[in-house]
């Protein structure tokens, strides 16, 4: 776990992994260099608990607080939580359990989210769902059962010896979740809610609930992120490369919506640049096996009429 400045929600969060109904784990908190009581607090509850390390380091992004992290590390398997949220009792448990069953390099869970104090279903399914590393991103990039979070998601420690989380910019699971379930060899999820993600205004991803909060930066660095996807992805997994496209394309017709409804003047040349890109690839995008009705829709409505 990282943690900056959360000297109010920190210990919740702790103390939802020490009451976890699986015990042997090792509890590694990260203090990014906070300027208030977070270090304390995880200091505090490490004298009090030897499964508990605590490492204070000079501030830095979450790629690197988290490499720094996994350096420390000894476990078999490896899961994140951020430290606004909590995790339920079980959910060591239920993860280890998937993985040892089905001999999966990662397993994951489903989880709720709140906002404004109302819980509500984040990613949650009925169904176990046991998946090549084909079949796991494409269900990756759909995120309709799961997404690119962290949290929720146990994985083999050797997938982070082969891929490590990048050293800069600030959305560090787009850019990186991906590779790692293309390089596992099988991938089981099952969606019962096992954690809750916090989403408020001083939260990393708040922008996934309000999209007032998208910002230039913010959606320049998906794009990037997207574009090294598609080619990593069409290259690694030519089997998918058609549908790593597809879903390039449909997150930038996603924020063309966005910007347009909500009248983001801020984004306007975030905005050019989609339209441009999508007029582009229009009759590849439009005719794709994969697009929604809906998108077309929107590719109607904002790019250009067929």
Partial sequence: MLTYNRESMVGRAIESILNQTYRDFEYIIVDNGSDDRSGEIADAYAAKDPRIKVLHIEKSNIGTGRNIGLDAATGEYITFIDDDDTAEPDMLEFLYGLAKEQDADIS???????VNGEFLPNCMFDEKLVMTPEEAVI???RRKKYNAAMPSKLMRREIFDKIRFRTEGKYDDITVVYKY????KKVVAYGLPKYCFWRHSGNNSAFTTNDLLLTPEQLDEYFEA?????????????D?????QY???SYMISMCNKIEKNHLEQCRKQLTFVKRELTKHYEEFYNS??????EKEFMRKYVKTV
């Fill in 226 to 238: 997207f574009r090294e996807r598609t080619e990593y992805l069409s290259e690694k997994l030519p």
């Fill in 108 to 114: 994951l869970s489903g989880s709720m989210k709140e």
């Fill in 289 to 294: 096996p994969y697009i929604e009705e809906f």
């Fill in 139 to 141: 269900t990756l990039l």
């Fill in 240 to 244: 998918i490369a058609d549908y790593a």
């Fill in 181 to 184: 379930f293309a390089e596992a």
């Fill in 247 to 249: 879903s390039e394309w």
